[in-house]
């Protein structure tokens, strides 16, 4: 993750690792609560340049990069189209806080369904809100932003990959050998 960041940056791109954490409790009666964690997960923010103007007269939007999104939803047991949604669920997703929230929300009440024709109680952690808190919670912390210039896991390494153009705030395109596309 830290080599993505940093491969962003050196790119121009303001990019970090964001880590967020949420307290999650189940209450079965009022006032006595019998599940209480605080839960913890690390994905990259990247701040991009908006190429639309937007009400709030802000120019950037976030757009998050999760590498092992997929994974988020899986279960064990599930219902045929359940299995159909999560295999359409890219590994690494990438996109803006909007879309994620969406998508999100639609596997979320795929998965609802899924459980309730299975038979299986939902947990608490896997209900919409709680999912989401994972990418959009309030308390998000930057945990880390790499240096300009340490970059080396996209370099040509007989791996194969597409040639793709980006562009830097500071400077002319670059050429970057890259596994997968970035925007």
Known sequence: ???????????GYDAFIS???WDSSFDRLEGSTVFRCTRKYEYID?????DCDRDDGNKLRRVIIDL???SQFELVKQTKNYK????MLPTIFVASEVRLKRVVSLVCNGM??????EGMSRPPWRTKKYMQAKWLSENRQR???SKKGSWSLFDDDGQGGDDVWTTSRGGPSL???CCFPIF
């Open 143 to 145: 945990v880390s932003g």
């Open 112 to 117: 609802k369904k899924s459980m309730k024709e």
């Open 46 to 50: 990247v701040m991009v340049a908006s």
């Open 1 to 11: 993750m830290k080599k993505i960041v940093s491969k962003l940056r050196s790119d």
């Open 68 to 70: 092992d999104f997929k």
């Open 84 to 87: 159909d949604v999560t295999e």
């Open 175 to 177: 050429k970057t050998k």
């Open 19 to 21: 880590r967020t954490s």
